[in-house]
């Protein structure tokens, strides 16, 4: 319009209001524009508007975005956990594995909780597993770990060591108590019926020190708990002893 300009803004006076122009040339109509008059009253208000609704909506895309990042967050502390979980059990047995059970262990020992470490052996393991088959030596190991979950309580911490030989830390526990404990696992393990319907005769030999009388470290507890563990297999295995003061 203004000089053969094809589009373009200019202010104006109209009925008494001052008002914005806006004016674009239609191409396929040479000489024709399309001419927007608007009172800056009204652009005043509607900038207004959209600075309400830009705010509204801004706010509302940030708390999607915050909430979204906080999920995120959540799923990985999550699965993170379940993976350490993992890391920590054996598969096999589905008690602790012996890096997890050293370090519950040690949690206690720093505590100074009292307990009763014990170190457990599955009696003429190698022949079983020569004897029946490497899938009926998994069995065995499976039905051990089974047995200590339901013979001990249930803060007891209970781990594989390694092999067929397993381990626990009884807690706030006299040796009497114990000892009985020790008697019903004996019974419970004694029969294992293998996938075959034949059933055979296990046993377990045991060696217990306790917390802090006869060690006051992981180490120096493993040590002792396996000095009584060795008396018990040079005198016929199939039971439990105490490590001598």
């Known amino acids: 319009m203004r000089s053969g300009k094809k589009e373009g803004r ?41 600075s309400v609704w830009v705010g509204v909506y801004g706010s509302i895309l940030i708390g999607f975005t915050l909430l979204y990042m906080l999920t995120i967050l959540f799923l990985e ?12 059990i054996d598969p096999l047995t589905g008690i602790l594995n012996r890096r997890a059970f050293q370090n519950a262990v040690e949690e206690e020992l720093h505590k100074k909780v009292p307990g009763v470490f014990i170190f457990i052996d599955v009696d003429n393991f ?15 190991l499976h039905h051990f770990a089974r047995m200590m979950k339901q013979c001990f309580p249930e803060d007891s911490i209970l781990g594989r060591y390694g092999g067929d030989e397993f381990v626990m830390y009884l807690k706030k526990l006299n040796i009497e108590t114990i000892q009985t404990y020790m008697k019903d696992f004996q019974k419970k393990i004694s029969h294992l019926t293998l ?10 030999s045991a060696g ?23 008396v018990v297999k040079q005198n016929g295995k199939a039971d439990f002893k105490m490590k001598e003061m």
Not at 27 to 32: E, K, L
Not at 126 to 140: A, S
Not at 209 to 228: H, K, M, N, T, V
Request: glycine residues 8%.
């Open 77 to 88: 502390k999550k699965d993170k956990q379940h993976y350490i979980g993992l890391s920590a």
């Open 208 to 230: 217990g020190a306790a917390f802090p009388e006869q060690g006051e470290d992981f180490i120096s507890l493993c040590r002792s708990a396996d000095a009584a563990l060795y």
């Open 126 to 140: 190698k022949t079983y597993n020569d004897t029946y088959g490497h899938d009926n030596g998994d069995l065995c």
């Open 195 to 204: 996938s075959t319907g034949e059933q055979v005769i296990l046993s377990a």
């Open 10 to 50: 200019f202010s104006a006076k109209i009925r008494g209001e001052e008002s914005t122009i806006s004016y674009r040339n239609i191409s396929s109509m040479p000489g024709w524009y399309v001419v927007v008059e608007l009172a800056n009253k009204n652009i005043s208000d509607i900038t207004q508007h959209f």
